[in-house]
């Protein structure tokens, strides 16, 4: 058997563990959630093939046809949403459930970090994945319906892209911390959060309408969006530490 | 600060109908090993995971290293190091990533070196780099004794650590509870194995349908265990 450390006893050697700052401990919770999802990628890759398969399936559904070219501008803004939230659930149901199901989830309560932190460090690392596909279906949005969208529209669609992704993922993050251990939580989710999403689906989908056609999105269109994201927030902050509380079963 | 490692005051855990434990109250001084025994559903891992801070009592006052369970449960965690039936560890990491990742969330300084040291005294060093889902259910077991210690807790609390080891590996795993010991730790160690438990407990608390029914020297608690199971 190799020695361990140098002084005193092996397992006890005090390594002066100190608990970490509650900012240290969501960076790493971020850091190493964004590492896993890189080894393997399976949740970019099931939320990039539903995203996928959407936008086919809507391309063959409204012709791409000249004729037929105001059909698409009506619908365009609906069509890039649908996808969005599609393949985003997906990402937001697994935002729980794999670690839950490993055991990993009991690892994370158990380690010195309140809940609230926790929360938040998976809210921000689902935040990236959903970002990161987003960009990879828009461009290809862009590239199937033949579509172009001017500078100020541009931002105006990724501002107000933001901040419904900002909503969607904290309430979704939520709901699926509510639905992972029940039977069929993963229909539930979507069955309690789209509901939900209504109102701010409502507003982005015009603003990305207004994107479309070069205008940038009005302030009241981006104050609701950031009061329903100040409100999914508060209810995340208030509501999580109850959901994952008495984790792990019964027992 | 208390001088007691633990303290459970009046404990229920209720699941619906059925209580899990019924006014569990005890002292585990620190530096003690401290062994719950029982038959299954007799509430010892009820109990344990109540300490973890997983669950929560749904009456009762707990105490940890002086810290209140409902208050301080982050501070709680900071100290105590947890061996449950599974080992917490990411499947497609490779133990020493495992390992990284739990060291950085408790803030271990010279991380990687705690990890070498640990995996080599639970015989895991050449494993370091495996992934983890290659595990036996022994190996996995060793590996959580491992994250259980990165941080150096102040109390360990094992739940079955002895379960699904080999004969080597049992008394890697006796001598390291050794070694928490005489580094004057606290372990609390939830077991089946009334042999094991007499020979490294200094108390001991028998457990049955949720009630405390005695407390004591470990040799004669072992004896009322195995008498009641």
């Known amino acids: 058997m190799s020695s361990g450390p140098q002084s005193g006893p092996q397992c006890g050697a005090s390594p002066s563990a100190t608990s970490p700052t509650q900012w240290g401990a969501y960076c790493a919770l971020v850091r190493w959630d964004w590492v896993r999802e890189m080894k393997k990628k399976t949740t970019l890759i099931s939320m990039g093939v539903m995203g996928l398969i959407t936008l086919f399936l809507f391309s063959f559904a409204i012709p791409i046809s000249s004729t037929k070219a105001e059909i698409l501008e009506d619908t365009r803004a609906g069509i890039l949403w649908v996808t969005f939230l599609f393949a985003a659930t997906i990402g937001i149901d697994r935002a729980f459930r794999n670690d839950a199901e490993s055991g990993l989830l009991e690892g994370l309560l158990l380690a010195p970090v309140e809940r609230m932190t926790l929360y938040f460090a998976r809210v921000t690392s689902t935040l990236l994945f959903v970002v990161t596909l987003q960009g990879f279906l828009f461009v290809l949005f862009l590239v199937l319906f033949n579509q172009s969208i001017s500078g100020e529209g541009l931002v105006g669609l990724i501002v107000s892209a933001i901040a419904t992704d900002v909503g969607f993922v904290t309430i979704g993050v939520l709901i699926s911390a509510m639905t992972w251990s029940l039977p069929g939580g993963d229909v539930m989710l979507r069955i309690l959060l789209f509901p939900m999403l209504l109102p701010i689906l409502n507003v982005t989908v015009e603003v990305a309408d207004r994107a479309f056609d070069g205008r940038a999105p009005t302030a009241q269109q981006l104050g609701m969006l950031f009061a329903v994201d100040a ?12 959901l994952v509380n008495d984790s792990g079963g019964s027992s | ?5 633990l303290r459970v005051h009046s404990v229920w855990k209720r699941f619906g109908a059925r209580d899990a434990l019924a ?9 003690a090993c401290f062994a719950l025994l029982g038959h299954n559903g007799s509430g010892k891992t009820t109990l344990l995971r ?3 801070t997983l669950w929560q009592p749904t009456e009762g006052d707990i105490e940890v290293l002086g810290y209140s369970l409902a208050k301080d449960a982050s501070a709680i965690r900071a100290r105590i190091g947890v061996v449950l039936d599974r080992h917490l560890l990411p499947r497609d990491f490779s133990l020493r990533d495992g390992l990284r990742m739990y060291a950085d969330l408790h803030a271990v300084p010279d991380a990687a070196a705690r990890i070498e040291s640990l995996a080599a005294r639970l015989g895991l060093a050449r494993r370091l780099r495996d992934p983890v889902r290659t595990f036996s259910r022994g190996m996995g077991q060793r590996a959580s004794i491992c994250r259980a210690l990165l941080h150096d807790p102040e109390v360990l609390l094992l739940d079955e650590p002895f379960t699904g080891l080999d004969a ?21 160690l939830v077991t089946h194995d009334l042999e094991r438990a007499a020979r490294l407990a200094t108390h001991a608390v028998v457990l049955s349908n949720g009630r405390k029914v005695f407390e004591g020297d470990p040799v004669a608690a072992a004896s009322v265990a195995g008498s009641a199971s």
Not at chain 2, 1 to 5: C, E, H, I, L, R
């Open chain 2, 23 to 31: 006014g569990v109250s005890l002292e585990a001084p620190r530096g």
């Open chain 2, 1 to 5: 600060m208390s001088t007691a490692a």
């Open chain 2, 50 to 52: 109540i300490l973890s």
């Open chain 2, 168 to 188: 080597a590996a049992l008394d890697v795993t006796e001598s390291v509870i050794e070694e928490i010991k005489a580094a004057g730790r606290t372990v609390v």
């Open chain 1, 231 to 242: 409100l999914f927030l508060g209810a995340g902050s208030l509501l999580f530490e109850h």
